[in-house]
Structures are given as C-alpha cells and as structure tokens.
C-alpha cells in the first residue's frame, strides 16, 4: 500500500479528530485570553492573563478547588478498596453470582441526575425523612448537607453509585487469572497473602489503574447529582459546576474558559501521575521479560 493511499484512508478519522478534540480546545484557549461575556460576545477584547489573575484572587474557586481535591481523594478512596474487595469476595464465592450481580450492578446503571433526586429526598431539611428524624430527635438543624457531615454523605453516595464499576473491571481481570498459577504456588507452600502480594494484585494491576483513571475523570467532572443536591452552594462544587454557574450565570464565558483550561491541565496531570503509579511497574516488568 503507498504512503498517499494510508494517508488517505487516515484522513477521515484524522479530521473528524480534528474537530472534536483540537479546534475546542484552541478555541476555548482563545477565550479564555479574551474579555468575553454576555454583554460583549459579539466584539471580544483581549486582557491577556487577566481571566487567570481574577480567578487566583476569588475565593469561591479555592472553595471549590478545595472541595473537588477532598471529593476525589475520598471518593476513589472507598470506591477502590470497597470495589477490590468486592470483587475478591465475588470471585471467592462458588454459588449466587447469578442472583447478587444484578443487585451490585443496579447502582451503576442509574443516571446521576436521578441519584440527587432520590437522595436528596433522604437528606433535604425540608423534605427529606432521614433529615426530619434527626432534627426531631437530636434537635439539630439542617445536618445532613452542611459541613465535614456533609461532605461524607455525597463521597457516600458517589461511593454507593460507582463502587460497582470498580467491582466490574476488577473481577474481569480476577476471572482471566489462570487458577493453575495458585495451585503451584500452593504446591509451594505460599500462604494466601502471599498469593495475594506476589500473584493476585500483580496481576490484576493494570484492570484496576484504568479503573481508577476513568474514575478520576469522572470525579473531576462530576456535575449532576452534586448540582441537584446542593446547586454549588455551602462550596459544596466541582469545578464544572463553578465553569456552568461562572458561564451560565454569571454570563462571564472568558472566565469560565480560563477554569476549563486549568481543568484540562489538572486532568492531564492526575492521569499522567496515576498512570506512573499504577501501571509503572507492570511497564517495567515486561520491559525486562522482552
């Protein structure tokens, strides 16, 4: 095949790449360098770095940066030790997969904007039972969306809905475990940690970085249910929550764009990092089996 006949059939997918990837990204890069609101949207102005000042000297985008650091950490936290330790318990068990996996994968198949509705009807001061009964019998007001408690419940409830995408992948890799490696490795008298240390993680690594890689992602972009819940209130946003209310309504789109750089920057980076960590190790090992 000619070098002009790959390029042509490389150019379909290469323009629609294109189009999708690289021109919003230049674009939004542009904005974000621009004075551009909805009052000027027509005739935007350059200010240069000034979108980026402003945003270094608000306080509500450190809130928000600060809680997006502690909703991810907590989040991908207990979502990887409950998803790796349900997926052990799964692949351990000989009988009732049929029956419990749509049970542990139901969580996952709800849309989020669903999830805050329903659980917002829980924890709600106004209407919600859980929070009703608290405040009758403790006598405290509005407990359960406020402050470090409130943090806990949405890491909770993001813990409850996506757990089971953990669980998934790692109990895909745990199924492609050949069982004759355990069973020499018990010929030769490993105990079960060790099994676990030396064969089990080893080899279910990689499942479990791009596991939580995609969970970074999501949790970093986290949107709906948040929104629903809490609407950005009490610093209780994401940083795509401060980009739609910064765009949306405040109507200052060079301001928003300058948070969706930062964010593409912060994604880029947590990945980079993560893939370093997670899959670093398992690189290195091939490299010296080849």
């Given amino acids: 095949m000619s070098k002009l006949a790959r390029i042509s059939m490389l150019a379909p997918a290469s323009v629609i790449l294109f189009g999708v990837t690289f021109y919003p990204f230049v674009f939004n890069l542009f904005f974000s360098l621009m004075d551009v609101n909805i009052h000027n949207f027509n005739e935007p102005r350059f200010n240069g770095l000034n979108n980026y000042s402003r945003l270094f000297l608000d306080v509500n985008f450190w809130s928000t940066l600060n809680f997006s650091a502690v909703y991810l950490a907590g989040c991908l936290l207990l979502e990887t030790v409950f998803g790796f330790a349900l997926a052990l318990l799964v692949n351990r068990?000989?009988?009732?997969k049929k029956f419990w996996f749509p049970f542990l994968l139901t969580p996952m198949m709800i849309a989020p904007a669903m999830v805050g509705i329903m659980?917002?009807?829980?924890?709600?001061?106004l209407t919600g039972n859980l929070a009703y009964y608290i405040q009758t019998l403790l006598g405290i007001s509005d407990p359960l969306l406020t402050g470090?408690?409130?943090?806990?419940?949405?890491?909770?409830i993001d813990t409850w809905q996506w757990?089971?995408?953990?669980?998934?992948l790692v109990y895909a890799a745990l199924q492609a475990v050949p069982s004759d490696v355990y069973e020499a490795a018990?010929?030769?008298?490993?105990n079960a940690w060790q099994m676990f240390g030396k064969i089990t993680f080893p080899l279910v690594r990689p499942a479990l970085a791009v596991a939580m890689i995609f969970r970074t992602l999501d949790l970093i972009r986290t949107f709906d249910h948040l929104y629903i819940i809490k609407g950005g209130a009490d610093g209780f946003g994401t940083l795509s929550i401060y980009i739609y209310q910064t765009a949306f309504q405040?109507?200052?789109?060079?301001?928003?764009?300058?948070?969706?750089?930062?964010l593409f920057l912060l994604l880029s980076w947590a990945v980079r990092i993560m893939f370093r960590i997670l899959m670093g190790r398992t690189l290195s090992a091939k490299k010296e089996t080849t």
């Fill in 163 to 168: 757990t089971p995408f953990i669980f998934l």
């Fill in 148 to 156: 470090v408690l409130g943090q806990i419940v949405l890491i909770l």
């Fill in 93 to 96: 068990c000989t009988a009732g």
């Fill in 186 to 190: 018990t010929i030769d008298g490993a």
């Fill in 250 to 262: 405040g109507g200052d789109f060079g301001k928003a764009s300058a948070v969706t750089f930062i």
């Fill in 119 to 125: 659980y917002l009807g829980h924890f709600d001061s």
